[in-house]
């Protein structure tokens, strides 16, 4: 099964609904599905080939929705590149994929200076009419055929999702259309009942995996999406209000800035009837207060990473129940927990979460990490997803994250690998040594902490380090505190002490009042 095949359905059957929505534009199914085709037809012209890539560097916006599904209509697989990431992340990722076109437009164009010099034969395609361009979104738009464009059968990649890791370096997971199909359009519609008559809002990027989900659903189900090019609470609650919204995804964040606009006029949120939180790091407080605020509104989290899909997750009438576990694993999901040995952890002690679904590429798992075999092999074992994350099973199979064995900050929503922002802090000038932890946030729920060693007749300067870090890796990855040390705590085979650091960090928030 293709998305091409369910986009032809949803124009047939419902052509004159709203598929996307995003400020004054919108597009119908009819137009959606109209548009793609002949944007596909157009790139097959233009020499792009089945299995080629195609990056999509555009901010939110109907602009992307195009891209991103001709690509796919066309066989080739889809890049997403998130605008937040800098210049020189930018430029590895295109290094790394070697995608055959290039779409951006006049907010993502600074940004690719560097990744061009990785991608000499890219096509550069403009949404918006830019010199130096090789072609125009618009333009292609109206010169392909309407006929449907053909793939081979058995074609099914769809796209890379670039995620950090501890080496500081992105990797490409490759996804599959039966990947969304399985996650975005069965699990979804069965667990929380999502479908045509739908309408989601979606408040963060579309190239980051829970924007992406809202896309999908939007395919998958016939559902109406509206996106918001930026987040802003008091501007969500009006679309809430004016698109008539019945499907509201959250990060932490989102739902945190969410709860004044909530909780002063709930009334503006009547057609709200499903929500949807991330099940890991997601406060009690904050959920209870959503829930308080919208007892009518369903409310659902769940666990799940880019290269294992949708793993786990609480029901509406588990949330404050199970308050501190993030669920139990999802239909179709097999899940155990490995000790330091390799083995099997007894009941109730805690090991490594592995995860299976079958053969990868097919339902959950990802089908491979793109021209990496070794570390395809090292995360995938007999179909199984080493996740990195520490948990442990109750009686009743509700699972419990107590740890990450991978050293990641999760800020934001956001993923963020300690590793990636010590290599760039570790490129300043005068710097020694440094280690980064997560500490909290009020906000964030976690922040990025810096501890930096600096080399002898170096003068301190926070501010210089921060600056320097934004030239190198995404803005909401640079350290919010910096602190400066003579040496950095080690065990004595050498390792960096990081839970002293953090405690380091609590002692001193808990004598200011404040985190410093």
Request: contains cysteine; proline residues 6%; glycine residues 10%.
């Given at each position: 099964?293709k998305?091409?095949?369910f986009?032809a359905s949803?124009?047939?059957?419902?052509g004159?609904?709203?598929?996307?929505?995003?400020?004054?534009?919108?597009?119908s199914?009819a137009?959606?599905?109209a548009?793609?085709?002949?944007?596909?037809?157009?790139l097959r012209?233009a020499?792009?080939?089945?299995?080629?890539?195609?990056?999509?560097h555009?901010?939110?916006?109907?602009d992307?929705?195009?891209?991103?599904?001709?690509?796919?209509?066309?066989?080739?697989i889809?890049?997403?590149i998130?605008p937040?990431?800098?210049?020189a992340?930018?430029?590895h990722?295109?290094?790394?994929c070697?995608p055959r076109?290039i779409?951006?437009?006049?907010?993502?164009?600074a940004?690719?200076?560097?990744?061009?010099?990785?991608?000499p034969?890219?096509?550069?395609?403009?949404a918006?009419?830019?010199?130096?361009?090789d072609?125009?979104?618009?333009?292609?738009?109206r010169?392909?055929?309407?006929a449907?464009?053909?793939?081979?059968h058995?074609?099914?990649a769809?796209?890379?999702?670039y995620t950090?890791?501890?080496t500081?370096?992105?990797?490409g997971?490759?996804?599959?259309?039966?990947n969304?199909?399985?996650v975005?359009?069965?699990?979804n519609g069965y667990?929380?009942?999502l479908?045509?008559?739908?309408?989601?809002?979606?408040?963060?990027?579309?190239a980051?995996?829970?924007g992406m989900?809202?896309?999908?659903?939007?395919?998958?189900?016939g559902a109406t999406?509206?996106?918001?090019p930026?987040?802003d609470?008091?501007?969500?609650a009006?679309?809430?209000?004016?698109?008539?919204?019945?499907?509201?995804g959250?990060?932490?964040?989102?739902?945190?800035?969410m709860?004044?606009?909530?909780?002063?006029?709930p009334q503006r949120f009547a057609t709200?009837?499903?929500?949807?939180?991330?099940?890991e790091?997601?406060?009690?407080?904050v959920?209870?207060r959503?829930?308080?605020a919208?007892?009518?509104a369903?409310?659902?989290?769940f666990y799940?990473?880019t290269?294992?899909g949708?793993?786990?997750?609480l029901?509406?009438g588990e949330q404050?129940t199970?308050?501190d576990?993030?669920?139990?694993?999802?239909?179709?999901?097999?899940?155990?927990?490995v000790d330091?040995?390799?083995?099997?952890?007894?009941?109730?002690?805690v090991?490594?979460?592995?995860v299976r679904?079958?053969?990868?590429g097919?339902?959950s798992?990802m089908?491979?990490y793109?021209g990496?075999?070794?570390?395809?092999?090292?995360?995938l074992?007999?179909?199984w997803?080493?996740?990195?994350d520490?948990?442990?099973?109750?009686?009743?199979?509700?699972l419990?994250?107590?740890?990450r064995k991978?050293?990641?900050?999760?800020?934001?929503?956001?993923?963020?690998?300690?590793?990636?922002?010590?290599?760039?802090?570790a490129?300043f000038?005068g710097v020694?040594?440094?280690a980064?932890v997560?500490?909290?946030d009020?906000v964030y729920?976690e922040?990025v902490a810096?501890y930096?060693?600096?080399?002898?007749?170096t003068?301190?300067?926070?501010?210089a380090?921060?600056?320097h870090?934004r030239?190198?890796?995404?803005?909401?990855?640079?350290?919010?505190?910096?602190f400066?040390?003579?040496?950095?705590p080690?065990?004595?085979t050498?390792?960096?002490q990081?839970s002293?650091?953090?405690?380091?960090?609590?002692q001193?928030s808990?004598?200011?009042g404040?985190?410093?």
């Open positions: 099964m998305f091409a095949t986009l949803h124009a047939a059957t419902m004159a609904k709203d598929a996307v929505v995003c400020g004054d534009r919108r597009l199914f137009e959606l599905d548009c793609t085709t002949r944007l596909a037809h157009a012209a020499g792009v080939q089945v299995g080629d890539r195609v990056a999509v555009l901010p939110n916006g109907i992307f929705v195009l891209a991103f599904i001709a690509a796919i209509k066309a066989g080739a889809a890049v997403p998130n937040p990431l800098s210049p992340e930018v430029a990722i295109v290094g790394d070697s076109a779409f951006f437009d006049a907010r993502t164009e940004t690719l200076e560097q990744a061009w010099r990785h991608a034969g890219a096509l550069r395609i403009a918006d009419a830019r010199g130096g361009a072609l125009c979104l618009p333009d292609l738009v010169s392909g055929s309407r449907p464009v053909e793939v081979p058995d074609h099914d769809c796209m890379i999702g950090s890791g501890t500081g370096r992105a990797k997971v490759v996804l599959t259309q039966s969304y199909l399985y975005n359009g069965y699990l667990h929380w009942g479908g045509a008559a739908d309408r989601h809002l979606c408040t963060t990027p579309l980051h995996r829970t989900a809202r896309l999908m659903n939007m395919i998958l189900h999406m509206v996106v918001m930026k987040f609470a008091a501007q969500a009006e679309l809430v209000e004016r698109e008539r919204i019945t499907v509201f959250m990060v932490p964040t989102v739902g945190r800035m709860l004044p606009e909530i909780e002063a006029a709200l009837r499903v929500m949807l939180v991330t099940g790091a997601f406060p009690y407080d959920k209870r959503l829930q308080d919208l007892p009518h369903k409310l659902y989290s799940a990473m290269e294992a949708a793993i786990a997750g029901n509406a404050f199970h308050p576990s993030v669920g139990r694993p999802w239909p179709g999901i097999e899940l155990k927990l330091t040995d390799g083995n099997e952890a007894p009941a109730g002690e090991g490594e979460i592995w679904s079958g053969r990868p097919v339902y798992t089908r491979e793109f990496r075999p070794e570390a395809t092999a090292e995360t074992r007999d179909g997803v080493v996740t990195g520490m948990g442990r099973l109750d009686a009743q199979g509700y419990y994250l107590v740890d991978k050293d990641m900050v999760l800020s934001g929503g956001y993923n963020i690998y300690s590793k990636e922002v010590e290599l760039a802090i490129s000038p020694a040594d440094v980064v997560g500490v909290p009020a729920g922040a810096a930096v060693q600096l080399a002898g007749g003068t301190p300067d926070a501010a380090i921060v600056a870090c030239g190198l890796i995404a803005s909401y990855k640079k350290p919010r505190h910096v400066f040390v003579d040496e950095l080690r065990t004595s050498g390792k960096v990081k002293r650091l953090r405690e380091q960090f609590c001193v808990r004598h200011s404040a985190a410093p």
